[in-house]
């Protein structure tokens, strides 16, 4: 990717060891939704698709950790969850810990904030311990739901939600006891404060003002984070109505627990609620998803009109993304919380400046949402103090081969230290282990094949030694990036020790 570049002395930012300033510098649009599938993209959303055409689309993207604050966490550090710190959402007080930024690591908001207008607008789930979003020393404007929540009270209106779209589900505590949690079931009603009032419009409504009123002597960083499609489903018109049951083609693995699936999901909301519905309840529960995709959507757009009426969309690096996806039904789970590529899977659209030689349109090259803040200080000639799990992404952009071989998932409970899942992504082929207490589960899918992941291979014999190679890449990552949690050696044949579905009788356990 050629670029003209001046070398500038400048006084160093926290984290940075060195600058190549370009002549102009692209501002920087992040816009990620929370709990999209990748799926949905398609007749309901005309304004990402746009955005779409304009840029790259990487269909292998995965998210660090299928969970809001420990995705956000590894997005905006480059880092793997062991290595932040972030594992889980810190909502149980003796587990708070694991839910912050480790102190000291370098993030996009400190990165940047010196040298770009930097704001952030929306969902505010990035934790860390120094509390940066409350220190008076940020450069960033944080607009968040806290302002949401003022404003409403403002305007006497009540927010969406309430004790209707929630249910009770069992949670392990520090690993160690089970207690009670209020979570969000699939339920859905009509909000009727109507779209005005809606999160989601406060979110493009305030971005908005940030690009327009922005300082134009700086280039902009707008972070925008909505909440769409991520429930509770309290939706408003026309978007409640918008979708019938019949506009869609409903996954085949909705509403399908299948045979070689881990049963220790049912210790999770994933299974523990998800499993309590048919097929056909899914089918209406989707009709309310899409039309919060289609809300989604039409917000996007009115921010990126927003940035082409302000003559910032041709300069700036765009990113469309989640921070996680939605099984929404599929395995007979709900939310998101498990390894399965409808959780895992993120929409990963990075669109960059207009004149940049960009090699392709559409790439399955393996990727993570940790690739995005090296590939973000790699354009713009910077690097971070600290080492980061991710791989700049201009290589692939400029049409040079991948050299990653394998990502990782981790997932350690949802509001404190529960059950936990590792996963392995290598070529096409995915490893889970499903944790619970002192069991453990194993799955191994061929995605390429089986995109729905309905047949689990470890009961097939055929793939014993690829089982093992990836069981023995897992572990060793897992050691080197402190986990704390470890992986026997033999755990193929513990596995098939305990479970025996699939094993056909002149199979052997090697």
Known sequence: MKRICVRILIVLLPGITAFAQKKELAPVIIIMADQLRTDVLGPLTPNINALIKDGVKFTR???????????????????????????????????????????????????????????????????????????PSTKTKWITQENYSEWMK??????????????????????????????????FGLYKEGIDYFLDRYIANESIKAIKNRDKTKPILLNTM??????????????????????????????????GQSPLQMYNLTGFIGSRYTREQWRGIWAKYMGLVKLLDDEVGRVITALKEEGLYDKAIILFTADHGEMLGSHSLWQKMCMYEESAKVPFVLKM????????????????????????????????????????????????????????????????????????????????????????????????????????????????????????????????TGDRLSLPKDLRTIFLKNYKYGIQKSDKVQ
């Open 61 to 135: 993207a995965y998210c660090a950790v299928p969970l809001c604050a420990p995705s956000r966490s590894s997005f905006f550090t480059g880092m793997y969850a062991n290595r932040t710190g972030s594992m889980i959402n810190p909502w149980e007080k003796d587990d708070e810990v694991f839910g912050n930024t480790k102190s000291g690591i370098p993030n996009l908001y400190r990165l940047l904030e010196g040298t770009w207008d930097s704001y952030h607008v929306g969902k505010q789930h990035f934790f860390t311990e120094e509390k940066m979003d409350k220190d």
């Open 154 to 187: 403002e305007q006497k209106k009540s927010k969406p939600g309430g004790k209707q779209y929630k249910d009770n589900a069992p949670e392990l505590v520090s690993g160690s006891h089970t207690q009670l949690r209020s979570y969000s079931t699939p339920s």
């Open 226 to 259: 909505f909440l769409a499609p991520h429930p509770p489903f309290s939706i408003p018109e026309p978007y409640f109505s918008m979708v019938a049951e019949n506009d869609f083609v409903l996954p085949e693995n909705i509403g399908q627990w299948y045979p």
């Open 353 to 480: 400046p207009a004149g940049e030689h960009i090699a392709l349109k559409e790439s399955d090259a393996l990727i993570s949402l940790v690739d995005f803040l090296p590939t973000l200080l790699a354009y713009n000639g910077m690097k971070s103090t600290a080492t980061m799990d991710g791989q700049s992404l201009l290589p692939l952009l400029q049409g040079k081969p991948q050299n990653r071989q394998s990502i990782f998932v981790q997932y350690d409970g949802n509001g404190s230290l529960g059950s936990s899942q590792r996963c392995v992504v290598k070529g096409k082929y995915k490893l889970i282990v499903d944790m619970f207490k002192d069991e453990k589960y194993v799955e191994l899918y061929d995605v390429q094949n089986d995109p729905k992941e309905s047949v689990n291979l470890m009961f097939d014999q055929k793939f014993a030694n690829l089982s093992d190679e990836l069981i023995i890449e897992l572990s060793d990552y897992m050691k080197k």
